[in-house]
């Protein structure tokens, strides 16, 4: 049987994801995305499931990073699904939202509700946690008066009430999780794909003048649609970055080719990060 990892405990988003994506295969939790990430490269599980992106807060950069400095592994599908942050308190908590002493998640869900914290929780110290499962569950074991901000899985998993739903400050609120495997055959998804994306990562020569303008040439003129570029630092020195572009459509023998042998040709180095199936998927 094959096992998925996710960032954990239980009541993460991410733990959503993958329940909404897969089927019978067994889960097991990490503490953190890194460990996640090894456990997969170490051949200890065969499937790791890891947030990258969130339409209100962006791309979570440790995910990248760590993909990219660290651990190269295959990205075999993505998982989209809409995220609903809720304010979580221990079932005896009755006072007003304004006696809250604490508020506790994600450092992305923080970021997700930031106005609803300005606005209702003005004096709430901010408490960052691992994931928002985390802070649901310390919660749930604290007597003081404090909150987390999570899902309606983490409140019944952990035990506690939701005194208001829907604080994200902006709607449609989704993340991207990536589905990473060496072998991606053992990867199963039973619903049907959105479209097809590849990610590539390009690093410029440095100090090169109009290098980024020859780069999106290469993929204009082939009329190849990117979906997003990001750039992040090589952490090389200064003013020393690279990009993420993420092409909507699959790997190819003649487009893609051409595109790395055009870039390579300006000095650019090139790197496939994965070509896989994105699922938008309903929880
Ligand atoms: O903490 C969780 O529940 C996670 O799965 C992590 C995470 C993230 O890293 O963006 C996933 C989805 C939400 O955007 C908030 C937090």
Redesign the pocket.
């Known amino acids: 049987m094959k096992t998925i990892g996710y960032?954990g405990p239980k009541g993460?988003?991410?733990?959503l994801a993958v329940d909404t994506a897969f089927n019978d295969e067994e889960r097991r939790s990490f503490t953190t995305i890194p460990e996640c990430i090894d456990a997969v490269d170490q051949g200890k599980i065969e499937i790791g499931v890891v947030?990258l992106e969130?339409a209100i807060?962006g791309t979570?950069q440790l995910t990248v990073d760590y993909l990219v400095h660290q651990v190269r592994l295959p990205v075999v599908a993505e998982i989209v699904v809409p995220?609903q942050q809720h304010l979580l308190v221990r079932k005896d908590f009755s006072g007003e939202l304004s006696t809250l002493k604490e508020v506790h998640s994600?450092s992305?869900?923080i970021a997700?509700c930031h106005q609803f914290i300005h606005q209702h929780l003005p004096d709430a110290n901010i408490q960052f946690s691992s994931?928002?499962?985390k802070a649901a569950e310390l919660v749930s074991e604290s007597k003081e008066p404090i909150a987390a901000i999570?899902?309606i899985i983490a409140a019944k998993e952990y035990g506690l009430q939701i005194v208001k739903e829907n604080i994200h400050d902006y709607p449609n609120n989704h993340?991207r999780f990536l589905v990473l495997a060496q072998d991606r055959s053992v990867v199963s998804i039973n619903h049907p794909a959105k479209l097809e994306r590849t990610t590539m990562m390009i690093t410029l020569p440095s100090d090169k003048s109009g290098a980024l303008h020859q780069i999106l040439s290469a993929f204009a003129w082939r009329k190849m649609n990117l979906s997003k570029i990001e750039s992040r630092p090589t952490k090389t020195g200064l003013g020393n970055y690279f990009f993420i572009i993420d092409v909507d459509q699959t790997y190819d023998d003649v487009l893609f080719p051409g595109v790395k042998q055009e870039l390579e040709a300006l000095g650019c180095s090139v790197d496939i990060l994965g070509t896989y199936p994105v699922y938008h998927l309903n929880i």
Do not use: C, D, R, Y
């Open positions: 960032l993460t988003f991410t733990k947030p969130n807060e979570v995220i994600h992305h869900a997700q994931s928002t499962g999570g899902n993340t």
